[in-house]
């Protein structure tokens, strides 16, 4: 690669290398990107890291974290905004790959070298070892080698995505149903709040979500039914991932929730939170490459009644300043306007139980988890999975959408790519700075 100052020798030695193992252009643009930031990130914090593995882990740690303070500046004038877990990954493995190459090639240090793996680490890599070869005819032939595979690990990892976790909870009782809408959380002397706690059981029971997935609702999140506007489409989007709404990026092009929240409103994701703020995310399949789940109502009656209450109580939730995008809101005068909590929506919800003569009791389904099996066993009483029945929801107006947005997708991409290779045309003397870092001998 020829720049201004002229030939980056490491950086088109490996690009020829790729290019030679037969690597796609996707994946050299790839690396293109990750080297680039890597570059911009060792300019802002020049002299600050004599250690090679201290900067590329502080590195990974700004591209998952951004490096906007909570003050809203950057002392590196970076200002990066939280990278999706996915790209970070990437980003990794492709810096990690190119600096083993220059620690083969010319003798030196390795920014992200391996390490003894600890027993856990053990069981983990011998699993994806063994789901590797299990079908292979010739798979024995590996035996040699997997002791010293599973017995290392990388000193700087990617984040993984949690699996799906299952609960033991019973079913709400069929019987308790009305009584406990109507009377019990209908029953609340504030409208706003039986409103508010209304919709969050409909969506629970009606939707199958968990109360942690429910409370996360945006309210640009709620949209009409194309096919029947009386009817409510609602999406639950991974708030680290999950894609900003109406189009938004960032000033770095980023389009992850995470960002958004950042730049819009100096907030980070609830799931980074501590207290009664936090609220987890239990992984589960999402329905849609922009990290979202849909609810997939049953009976699709419950869309409908979702529809008219959120029209009513989205003229209370306006009528409120909120610096935030969460769809329900406290009404207590202490913390008017700000995003509804767990606790506050368990003490509701034990509420309204009394109402009706109740106690909360999870033995009996009566919590709130007891709705989303209540849920699944409507949907097994009916003859459907809830795999089949989420996957033909609006698949039609999902499939309408697939061509044109690959194809804009395609120019961004050739748009970026041409971006990061002017960019990195001003990084011409990598190889000094690299030398400098200890990444290669002088």
């Known amino acids: 690669m020829i720049t201004e100052q002229g030939e980056v020798g ?37 002299g600050l890291f004599e250690d090679p593995k201290m900067l590329f882990q502080t590195f990974a740690k700004r591209l998952y974290t951004g ?38 090639k010319h003798g030196a240090e390795p920014m ?32 040699k080698t997997v002791n010293k595979t599973i017995r290392k690990a990388r ?9 799906k976790a299952e609960d033991d909870a019973l079913a709400f009782p069929d019987k308790h149903w009305e009584s406990f809408y109507k ?27 968990r109360e942690s997935e429910a409370i996360m609702l945006w309210v640009t999140d709620v949209l009409e ?26 000033r770095s092009g980023t389009k992850t929730r995470e960002a958004y929240l950042q730049e819009k409103y100096a907030r980070i994701p609830r799931k980074r939170m501590k207290g009664t703020a936090y609220v987890g995310w239990k992984t589960r399949v999402v329905d849609h490459r922009d990290n979202y ?43 008017l306007g700000n995003p509804y909590t767990l606790n506050a929506f368990h003490q509701s919800y034990a509420a309204g139980l009394r109402r009706i003569g109740l106690e909360p009791n999870k033995s009996e389904g009566f919590d709130p988890h007891g709705h989303r099996h209540s849920y699944g066993r409507r949907l097994e009483r009916s003859g459907l999975k809830p795999k089949q029945y989420d996957n ?30 002017g960019k990195l045309e001003r990084f011409g003397e990598l190889n000094e700075t690299l030398s400098e870092m200890g990444f290669m001998p002088r």
């Open 155 to 163: 000193t700087m990892k990617g984040r993984t995505p949690l699996t």
């Open 293 to 335: 789940i849909q609810v997939q109502w049953f009976p699709t009656d419950y869309g409908k009644v979702f529809m008219s209450l959120w029209k009513r109580y989205q003229k209370y939730r306006a009528s409120i300043d909120c610096h935030h995008t969460y769809a329900f809101i406290s009404f207590h005068h202490s913390a």
């Open 112 to 143: 992200n070298p391996l390490r003894d793996a600890t027993p856990h680490e053990q069981r983990l890599n011998y699993a994806a070892w063994y789901r590797k070869n299990q079908n292979d005819f010739l798979g024995h032939i590996e035996d």
């Open 183 to 209: 009377d019990g959380i209908g029953g609340a002397k504030d409208p706003r709040v039986a409103l508010r706690d209304k919709l969050m059981l409909l969506l629970m029971h009606g939707g199958g979500l």
């Open 10 to 46: 490491s950086v088109t030695d490996y690009l020829l290398k790729m290019e030679a193992d037969g690597a796609s252009n996707a994946l050299m643009n790839g690396f293109i990107q990750a080297t680039s930031l890597l570059l911009d990130y060792m300019e802002a914090n020049k």
């Open 225 to 250: 039914d194309p096919y029947d506007p009386e009817k409510a489409i609602v999406r639950i989007y991974n708030e680290v991932d999950g894609k900003a709404p109406e189009g938004w990026r960032s």
């Open 392 to 421: 033909t929801a609006n698949r039609k107006l999902l499939d309408s959408k697939r061509v044109s947005t690959l194809e804009a997708e395609n120019i961004e991409l050739k748009a970026k790519v041409k971006e990061l290779e």
């Open 67 to 104: 490096t906007i303070g909570e003050d809203g500046l950057d002392p590196s004038g970076l200002y990066w905004v939280p990278s999706s877990t996915d790209n970070v990954n990437k980003h990794i493995h492709r810096l990690t790959a190119f600096t083993d190459w220059l620690a083969n």
